[in-house]
Antibody, heavy 122, light 110 residues
Framework: QVQLQESGPGLVRPSQTLSLTCAVSGASISIPNYFWSWVRHHPEKGLEWIGYMYNSGSTYFHPPLKSRVSISVDTSKNQFSLRLSSVTAADTAVYYC??????????????WGQGTTVIVSS | IVMTQSPLFLPVTPGEPASISCRSSQSLLHSNGYSHLDWYVQKPGQSPQLLIYLVSNRASGVPDRFSGSGSGTDFTLKISRVEAEDVGIYYCMQGLQSRTFGQGTKLEIK
């Protein structure tokens, strides 16, 4: 059974960089055609997709966030990471990692982590 | 692509049906013939979970009282008989260009 577990600092100062990691168990993060996403939930605005990583390093980001986001992978630890720069209070949210398949095998984001809360405050 | 859901608040009596509408600002039909529209629910205190993918395919373990339909820009999630455990916020999500979610529909039990 595939499980995802987010981790990272719960408090980030404004203008700093948010860094989170998603540890994957029960499956290899290197399997082709699997997409590993980051999604966040704002208390007032609902869900927002941030971006995904696939094929051990290719990435695609949500255009409004593209200039501030990066996603990297550590295949040796079977985990992937999110970095969001120049954060503001608007980046306060619960951050989730999630998995989906790509192409003809697409079946939605069927596995999610439990989420980690990040507060941006001085 | 902007996703618009209605209603935003949906009180339902247990055993009664419920329906949520989702409209996209442009067609979600991909050149592969599939419309890239999923439904998710976030129950209180839980992570979002997948209900329906590609308009009408139920995810593993989802009861058959949940069904999805639609095409082009208009999509619907239906629950044939609402149960207490269905309380939560329901989101549609398009996957044709990047990914964007609707505002969410809060289903509560009367």
């Amino acid at each position: 059974q595939v499980q995802l577990q987010e981790s990272g600092p719960g408090l980030v100062r404004p203008s700093q960089t948010l860094s989170l990691t998603c540890a994957v168990s029960g499956a290899s993060i290197s399997i082709p055609n699997y997409f590993w996403s980051w999604v966040r939930h704002h208390p007032e605005k609902g869900l927002e997709w941030i971006g995904y990583m696939y094929n051990s390093g290719s990435t695609y980001f949500h255009p409004p966030l593209k200039s501030r986001v990066s996603i990297s992978v550590d295949t040796s630890k079977n985990q992937f990471s999110l970095r969001l720069s120049s954060v503001t209070a608007a980046d306060t949210a619960v951050y989730y990692c999630a998995r989906s398949r790509g192409g003809r095998s697409y079946n939605g984001m069927d596995v999610w982590g439990q989420g980690t809360t990040v507060i941006v405050s001085s | 692509i902007v996703m618009t859901q209605s209603p935003l608040f949906l009180p339902v009596t247990p055993g009664e049906p419920a329906s949520i509408s989702c409209r996209s600002s442009q067609s979600l039909l991909h050149s592969n013939g599939y419309s890239h529209l999923d439904w998710y629910v976030q129950k209180p205190g839980q992570s979002p979970q997948l209900l329906i993918y590609l308009v009408s395919n139920r995810a593993s373990g989802v009861p058959d009282r949940f069904s999805g339909s639609g095409s082009g820009t208009d999509f619907t999630l239906k629950i044939s008989r609402v149960e207490a455990e269905d309380v939560g916020i329901y989101y549609c999500m398009q996957g044709l260009q990047s990914r964007t979610f609707g505002q969410g529909t809060k289903l509560e039990i009367k």
